[in-house]
């Protein structure tokens, strides 16, 4: 069965980086397109990034662009996210998602599969 799991998260202050990864299995991972998304305490899960499965199309929601990254490797069934910047407003657990299908979505009711999630927590 598909597996996600997503390393990487810690506690940093304003202004480090981070790179999440998660590591898919169960099938071809260069089939599906992947996304990122998080939930802050108290809050929805919110979408964060995405990428196709090619490689070829990102997308990201307006607060984090020109700060975070979303990139795979398909050779090492791989999708990471560098964050760079971190804000305080930034802290969440952060989940990866596979989707059925090679394009993006920002909807979390288009991926398939979920990972456990990896806390990030940014301090002031």
């Known amino acids: 069965q598909v597996q996600l799991v997503e390393s990487g998260g810690g506690l940093v202050q304003a202004g480090d980086s981070l790179r999440l990864s998660c590591a898919a299995s169960g099938r071809t991972f260069s089939t599906y397109a992947m996304g990122w998304f998080r939930r802050a305490p108290g809050k929805e899960r919110e979408f964060v990034a995405a990428?196709?499965?090619?490689?070829?199309?990102?997308i990201y929601r307006d607060s984090v662009k020109g700060r975070f990254t979303i990139s795979r490797v398909n050779a090492l069934n791989t999708v990471y996210l560098q964050m760079n910047d971190l804000k305080p407003e930034d802290t969440a657990e952060y989940y990866c998602?596979?989707?059925?299908?090679?394009?993006?979505?920002?909807?979390?009711?288009?991926?398939?599969?979920w990972g456990q999630g990896t806390q990030v927590t940014v301090s002031s």
């Open positions: 990428i196709s499965s090619s490689g070829i199309t990102t």
């Open positions: 998602g596979q989707r059925d299908y090679g394009a993006t979505t920002r909807s979390a009711g288009g991926y398939a599969y």
